[in-house]
């Protein structure tokens, strides 16, 4: 445990104060999604910033089992499965051509690598986020989140 936080101090001296107050001002200007604000804004403004992301990402999970009712599968498969190219349960368009069909694969993947990328890493080994970085990841959550917000449920307008 000593070594972890001597590894955070290390890297908060690395950053400077100013880069840590820029990072931090640019925080407080995000327009989170209000569930992923919700669980990670204070974990994120005391400084812990793995807690931060982790607990968006899996909110962000929760969002996509709530809107596609799919309770029963979790992490990649559930975003494989609910934004599907071929037959989604979330869609972002009518399928009509392959544009459309591109789209709503590159979103499955986005969601995936959301799951693979940031959630698994986090949930499975301690890592020391920066700020910056926690900034980028939780910033790409809350779109993502907007995005479950936008998509439709298969069959419905």
């Known amino acids: 445990m000593q070594r972890?936080?001597?590894?955070?101090?290390e890297k908060g001296a690395d950053l400077g104060p100013d880069t840590i107050r820029r990072v931090r001002t640019a925080f407080e200007g995000l327009d989170l999604h209000p569930r992923i604000g919700a669980v990670c804004a204070d974990l994120y403004r005391n400084g812990h910033y793995r807690d931060a992301v982790l607990d968006a990402s899996l909110a962000l999970e929760r969002l996509v089992k709530d809107k596609s009712q799919?309770?029963?599968?979790?992490g990649a498969s559930l975003m494989r499965t609910v934004f599907s190219a071929n037959t989604p349960i979330l869609a972002y368009n009518d399928l009509s051509d392959q544009t459309d069909r591109d789209e709503q694969e590159g979103m499955m993947h986005l969601f995936e690598g959301a799951?693979?990328?940031l959630r698994n890493p986090r949930a499975h080994t301690l890592l020391d986020d920066s700020p910056e970085m926690a900034l980028e990841y939780i910033a790409l959550l809350s779109l993502l989140a907007?995005?479950?917000?936008?998509?439709?449920?298969?069959g419905s307008s």
């Open 4 to 9: 972890l936080i001597g590894r955070l101090e």
């Open 70 to 74: 799919r309770d029963d599968l979790s």
């Open 115 to 117: 799951v693979l990328a």
């Open 146 to 154: 907007k995005r479950v917000e936008q998509a439709k449920r298969s």
